[in-house]
């Protein structure tokens, strides 16, 4: 499988919006609604923010949103904090027990 | 408080083995799909492995097929990666991940596996 395309880097401004696109295939992102989004601080583990495309977990900012349209997935970030800095991971379920991840995007906040 | 611990990292030549743990606290070990993901220094995750909660189902990314084996004792509510014909391109931070549908929603601190001679 290869992996979900991410722009390598996205930036914005506190309190601005950003958002993250992740674009599949008709064999995965497109074909089901399992996509998942993660955030990376350095030297951490990553931290589950979305799941099934639109869900956050207990305790994640409802500043965190995600959405689907066809091939593409996306993640937005509004009202922008220092904190948001980070790594983000897109995955996704690929059929035949497979998943796949983007290759990431690094989020500057000005 | 839900906790997955990894352990077994290590230095070890091309072509050597290897075997990490992941003991898991917390939650109902054998209620969960596991996985193993891995991220090389300086680069994105990778799913590696995962394993269902009765081992029934298992899978393996192609870069590792044949060569990681993925297995868990509920029992003692660990699960394990063994790793055999190690290569450079091996060498990664290896977590061990809770699974929830085909997401992954608990993660350990990670074991670092370096790949040298």
């Known amino acids: 499988q290869s992996a979900l395309t991410q722009p390598a880097s996205v930036s914005g401004s506190p309190g601005q919006s950003i958002t993250i696109s992740c674009t599949g295939t008709?064999?995965?992102?497109?074909?089901?609604?399992?996509v998942s989004w993660y955030q990376q601080h350095p030297d951490k583990a990553p931290k589950l923010i979305i799941y099934?495309?639109?869900n956050r977990p207990s305790g994640v900012s409802n500043r965190f949103s995600g959405s689907k349209s066809g091939d593409t997935a996306s993640l937005t970030i509004s009202g922008l904090q220092a904190e948001d800095e980070a790594d983000y991971y897109c995955?996704?379920?690929?059929?035949?027990?497979?998943?796949?991840f983007g290759g990431g995007t690094k989020l500057t906040v000005l | 408080q839900v906790q997955l611990v990894e352990s077994g990292g290590g230095l070890v030549k091309p072509g050597g083995s290897l075997r990490l743990s992941c003991a898991a606290s917390g939650f109902t070990f054998s209620d969960y799909y596991m996985s193993w993901i891995r991220q090389a220094p300086g680069k994105g995750l990778e799913w590696v492995s995962y394993i269902s909660s009765r081992a029934s189902t298992i899978y393996h990314a192609d870069s590792v097929k044949g060569r990681f084996t993925i297995s868990r004792d509920n029992a003692k509510n660990l699960m394990d990666l063994q790793m055999n014909s190690l290569r450079a391109e091996d060498t990664a931070v290896y977590y061990c991940?809770?699974?929830?549908?085909?997401?992954?929603?608990?993660w350990g601190q990670g074991t670092t596996v370096t790949v040298s001679s």
């Open positions: 008709s064999s995965d992102v497109g074909s089901f609604n399992l």
């Open positions: 099934e495309v639109t």
């Open positions: 995955c996704s379920y690929a059929g035949s027990s497979s998943v796949v």
């Open positions: 991940v809770r699974m929830r549908g085909y997401h992954l929603d608990v």
